[in-house]
Structure formats: structure tokens, C-alpha cells
């Protein structure tokens, strides 16, 4: 059984989805990052204990989106081909999404988010920036997707997987998917897979509002959440 420390993100939303086409068992358990939950040091988000890990032994924590998906494609034997062409095409893509999709869509909505408060003052280079990054980012998928079915290997892998659930926002991040015609063939290929489906559709107990709490909550959980800076190690 496979503990999966999960909020309905796309971060979140990418390792369920192996998880249900792989067919692993895998109980949630909730990290509201909206809370603030993620910043306690026992809760990563995503983050999972394997309590059946490869080769047995002691039950195997594992943190951080890509590193999750290669151990549960590993363990699973599927999705991630071992041939040394077809396994680091798949891994550069994945390493893609992890250092540059995600964060550049994370920063995209951030900045626009921050735009909304005028304390914040001008952020109007910052959004250009992101806006276009995202914008460049659905080019990049669209480019590699213009002669295949698949991101890589020539088979559906992790690499696709670990992607889609980044995607699926492209109206709130001011996408026009018509502009790219090949990543939307792929995505809505992605969009019928049961597995897929499945993955989407989980969730971790209601959504907050975050307008419904009170004054002093919404202060904190935004110092909380974008004041972060490094902590001190343990002492020795």
C-alpha cells in the first residue's frame, strides 16, 4: 500500500494518475497547502511511503513529483521503457515539467495574484515575463508532439502523465489551444484515458474559500505561503 500524501494539485494530480493506471493501492492522505500544511517538516507535498517498497526492508519515503513518478513506474514495471534511448527521452521531458513547466506556470499565476494588490506596486514586467513563458511552454509540447502520438518513446510513459495535469488550466493561464493544434490532439487523447479520468476526479475533502475566512487568517496563511525563507538545520 502506497500512503500518498496528495492535495488536488497538479503537482498532486500527476502521481495519482499513475497510481490509478497502474492499478497500485494508494490511501490519501490530505496536506492542505492552502493552510499551510506542506511547511510542517513530516508533510511534503506530493510525498509518498511505499510500506512494500522494491527489494522490502523498512517502508521508503520518497519526496518531490518526478522522483515519486520514476519509483512508482519502476515498481509498477510500466510507463517508464528501461532501453537506454527510450528511458532518457521519457526522463528529459519529465525532468522538463519538473523544472520548467511547473514552475513557470506556478510563477505565471503567482505574479497575477500578487498583481491584484496595489502594495504589491507595478508587477506589469513580471506578468509580460510569465505570460510569455507559459506561452512558450505550450509551444514546446506543441513541437514535440507535431510528429506523434506521445511525448516519448513512441508509447504512452510517465513523461505524459506527469505533464497533462498542468495543462488541463490553459484558459486561466490565456491560452489558446486552437494556436496549437498538435498538443491539442494530444490532450484531448489524454482527456479519455480512464486512468487519467480517474486521477482527476480525486480529491482530498472540500476546497476552502479562501475570501470566507477571517481577516486575520487570510494574513497569516499569505505569510505563511509567500514569505517563506530557509530554516535552520537541527542542531548537532
Known sequence: MIDLYFWPTGNGKKVVILLEEAGIAYDIKPVNI?????????????AIVDNDPIGGGAPLSIFESGAI????????GKFWPQAPHKKYEVAQW???QTGNQG???GEQGHFGRAAQDP??????????RFNNEVHRLYGVMNLGLHDKQYLAA??????????????VNWKAFGQDIEEFK????????????????????????????FSQLSPEERERRTKLLYNQRARPAPAT
Open 34 to 46: 492552502g493552510r499551510g500544511d506542506q511547511f510542517d517538516p513530516n508533510n511534503r507535498m506530493p
Open 69 to 76: 513518478m520514476m519509483y512508482l513506474a519502476e515498481k509498477a
Open 94 to 96: 519529465c525532468y522538463w
Open 103 to 105: 514552475p513557470k506556470m
Open 119 to 128: 502594495k504589491n506596486g507595478d508587477l506589469h514586467y513580471a506578468m509580460q
Open 154 to 167: 513512441g508509447e504512452y510513459t510517465i513523461a505524459d502523465m506527469i505533464c497533462y495535469p498542468w495543462t
Open 182 to 209: 498538435y498538443f491539442k490532439r494530444w490532450f484531448e487523447a489524454m482527456g479519455e484515458r480512464p486512468g487519467v479520468v480517474r486521477g482527476m476526479d480525486v480529491t482530498a475533502g472540500p476546497m476552502e474559500d
